[in-house]
């Protein structure tokens, strides 16, 4: 066991005066030549205490004396101070490990251990750490002392076998400056968004063309299917208008039964409204809907039957309402601005729920000697999941969830990340995220174990895209207590806390594709009626990446945001302001597979570790550095060579660009990128390189060709070999063709 860090030395210029111990006053002494003539003394008393402290060797307590993470208790007295107690830490920044604790017999119960604890808290907050740890073994009534500090269960692991203890790892997280804050010039702590993450089950109603899709096999039958599919797989929950049974009954005979009226009656029917608010809902849509008929007057009984329809789906705020009527269709834009519910075409929300039976996609990457594995946890060994959530100390609600099982279609997905044959994550969010517009995600890991980092940033990026492909999804992440690892790798992803959350409970806007001019104004809807955040009619014309973007929240507070902080709360995003230009940067097929994951086969091959991070890097020649400027959107084309599509398939953002001499390209910066030392020397003659991080990287659903891209002037006389500087409205007209939903 070695301290891995020490704190400079002013640290520790003065020392700490503790609390009066009788007619004593207490201090903590933590400079190194302070405690150095307390050394021996705090080992002496360790070592006959080592049935609760546990063995330490000698050397352990010189160590971490010398470099200062050995704090003193001492009583002043004439003579010379009294050992009243120690406190021995250690750890790797940015998580602090608290060894020992240790007070003397005749000073126990006076408050020396809280402020030993309690003054390396503030130390180690002062500093910027995320988190201190302590081990306490589960026998011992020390427990109770611990949970009072707020050092909380994060997860259990067995002793030494001799004694075959179990031991409560216990974390608290440290109230650090600027840690999951997000970096506006003004402090936005809660955008809003908790009290909207409801659990309810979506609800959306369904007109009668609709039904008769259905019932009478017509055309659109297999996408009416899919919707009615979709209640019996409790995605969602479909209802229907009184409206609907009433106009069904006026063409039944009562004297004949009728199937397809006894088969509608099934469905829950939402009561109409009052007839005040009804009519007002009639007056308000009719004008809207069928302006011309309205205003004179001459609305057919089909008309205000559909109105009617339309206005009880509203009245009881259900989510959606499925029809394939063109003329609601035509202005369900208007509808969903001013209601807040959105019209969907039945073949468009057959298209939903075909996103919520989209299996994720497997991964095997290499990092460092083990092998990290992303997969579907349903075909997992169930006991050692059991067994992992144990340890972890996980919730009940987390165990329920991720041991539930289903003989149908499950509504939650479930994800499992291995290194080997160790459990490193587990993961599991709303199948139907996308019907919902709202996705619950639960995560337990492992952060004792070495890919925990990667593990998280991959699986939370994962969900993040997943949940997010078929519309923006408002999502809501919760952690078991302690996940201090788990929550920085949040928030680098875009996921704040709200003063209205709960412990452990975060949560974001995905919104999964690029925002331009064209999808502007339907964004500007989503996010009052996700969030309650208003943004400018206009987007803004940009000036530089770090401008301020105006908006309003709840309460009509206004705020400020940088675009970088925007386009990371709101990722996986790009923000295509006017007169942001962009790059089309080239890449070979096989670079593209391993480094954007491009490729749509499963390789029994592990793919290169770069693809589970959320930052990435690209190196080029050192001449491009002034085209890869922080904040620059890329457009990656994977050029024709060795097989490749020849087209423009996925973009992304610079984050920062360096240029570096080859031979201090460190082996952390290769691991983010897929190229090796040698790959380099050949890319270019120069010494240096260009060294490019990026992130929100999206993939094109339809790869935009080279003719195309030619036809819409991104292309040049060298066809792509080098990167090229785009307008963003070329950029905005790539984008707009790749992106179908957006």
Known sequence: MGVQFAFPPKAFDACHKGPRLGTDLMVIKANPLDVAPFVETARSHADRERDALGFLPGAVYDDAAARGNLLIALIPRAASPEYAGHLLFGGTFPHARIFQVFVRQEFRNRGVARELIEYLVKLLERYGYLSAAA??????????????????????????????????????????????????????????????????????????????????????????????????????????????????????????????????????????PDATALQHLQNELGNLIFPTRSESATLTPQDQSDLVHLATAIHHRTTGFVTSDDALLRVRDSIYKKHGISVLHVKEFAALVKSAEVSVPLLAAQLSSDTLRVWDSLSADSNAIKKFLDDCAAPKAFRDDFLATSLVTPTRKRMIVTSESDIVCLASWDAGAALQNRTHVNLVADEDNPAAEAAIDCILGTICTQASCARPVLMRLDLPPGHVIARKIASSHGFRTSESATEGELQKICVGRPIHIGNWAMMQTIFHHYGGLDFPDALPTFAAYDQQVPFRAKQGISYNVKLSDLEKLLSPTLIILPNRYGNIVPIRRIFADQLLGASRQMSLLPKREALLFSERIYFSASRNANLFKAGTPLLFYESGRDGGSAAATACARVVQTTVLKKIDISAHLLRHGVLESDDLKQLTANDSMCVTNFDNIMHLENPVPLDRLRELGCVDGSNLVCPRQISDQQLVSVLREGFSTG
């Open 135 to 272: 081990t306490v073994a589960d026998d011992l009534i020390a427990n109770g002392f611990w949970e009072k500090l707020g050092f909380l269960v994060a997860r259990q692991k067995p002793g030494g076998v001799s004694r075959k203890r179990l031991l409560n790892v216990r974390i608290k997280q440290l109230n650090s400056p600027n840690l999951f804050q997000p970096q506006f010039s003004s402090t936005v702590s809660d955008l809003g968004l908790t009290e909207r993450l409801g659990t309810h089950a979506a609800v959306y109603a369904i007109d009668l063309n609709v039904f008769w899709d259905v019932v009478k096999r017509r055309p659109r039958s297999e996408y009416a299917a899919d919707v009615i599919g979709a209640a019996f797989n409790q995605l969602i929950k479909i209802v229907v208008a009184q409206e609907f049974i009433n106009e069904l009954q006026r063409t039944t005979r009562p004297d004949l039964s009728d199937p397809a009226l006894e088969f509608a009656l099934q469905f829950p029917t939402l009561p109409q």
